[in-house]
């Protein structure tokens, strides 16, 4: 017995891919009046002179400049309210749904979005994408008995968020699920071709390299407002040198925009091969009747 393969998952980065800020800097800093500069110089010294991993070091730093009224995660998932986003998030969530044909949504093609950031779970979880997302995988806290964040109990950093990619395409949402079960391409209920990836730069190569190695699909945005033009050279390197992405597309989730025309043709061409997939099972499962 086969799954029935006809979700179309979208995936997305979170810093500079929904949002051009990062979201620590942008809600938890200036609420605990934690000086950014400061702050990542101090997390950035732990990776350079004690050989920390970037996303351990960071949660150090937040843990220490915390001390000693750490908050709770729900306090943490309060700040999260003021997380800001590019233009057309979060509508673009819900106006997607419309791109699907009345034959696509009578086959029971749907659409299901996920988030996978190495920033903190809780500050997605308390934000205005929050009720679009099927499912967010973040960095996470533990708590002490007096409820305060004590220790990280869940980091995702750039190699690790594939794992959640197999997740996804699995349906293995939960962390007690073993992701590394095995289970046959037609028991998946997501498949790599039923995949969008979305990110921002070089931090999402493996989960665009992943794309590009099963048959997914993949986007690089970059921010159109950095001066610098930092943001866009991230993307330019990927498609031009790198040949991890085929298309690039400003961060500008509006109608009628070149990212939101990529992600809605992608979205067709995904939906239709499920119908011609579904006819061609349907045609090679029925006998003819017999004729006079």
């Known amino acids: 017995m086969s799954a029935a393969q006809t979700i179309i998952g979208l995936v997305y980065d979170y810093d500079q891919t929904l949002s051009p800020n990062y ?18 110089k101090k997390s950035h010294e732990l990776v350079d002179d004690q050989g920390f991993d970037h996303e351990l070091a960071y949660l150090k730093t937040l843990l220490d400049y915390l001390n000693p009224d750490r908050p709770s995660n729900a306090e943490l998932r309060a700040l999260g309210a003021g997380l800001k986003f590019y233009p057309g998030l979060p509508e673009m969530f819900g106006e997607l749904n419309d791109v699907l044909k009345p034959e696509h949504q009578a086959s029971g093609i749907r659409l299901e979005h996920y988030i996978i950031s190495s920033g903190l779970k809780e500050l997605i979880d308390g934000s205005a994408l929050s009720p679009h997302v099927k499912a967010t995988f973040g960095c996470e806290f533990s708590e002490d008995k007096q409820g305060k964040i004590n220790f990280p109990k869940r980091i995702i950093g750039h190699t690790t968020k594939t794992q959640y990619i197999f997740r996804i395409n699995k349906g293995l949402l939960k962390p007690d699920e073993d992701v590394n079960d095995h289970m046959p391409p037609e028991m998946r209920p997501i498949p790599f071709q039923n995949m969008i990836y ?33 943001s866009f050279r991230k993307c330019y390197q990927l498609t031009a040198h790198a040949d991890r992405v085929k298309y690039i597309a400003p961060s500008d989730y509006r109608p009628s925009s070149h990212l939101r025309l990529l992600l809605e043709e992608m ?15 349907v045609e090679a499962a029925t006998v003819s009747a017999p004729g006079f």
Not at 23 to 40: K, L, R
Not at 206 to 215: A, E, S, V
């Open 23 to 40: 979201m620590t800097d942008e809600v938890v800093f200036p609420h605990y009046g934690i000086n950014a500069e400061q702050f990542w």
């Open 267 to 281: 979205i067709l061409e995904i939906a239709d091969g499920i119908l011609r997939k579904k006819r061609t099972e």
């Open 198 to 230: 979305v990110g921002d730069g070089p931090t999402d190569v493996p989960c665009f390299t992943l794309m590009r190695r099963y048959g997914g699909n993949a986007i690089a945005v970059y921010n159109p407002d950095d001066k610098t033009r930092s």
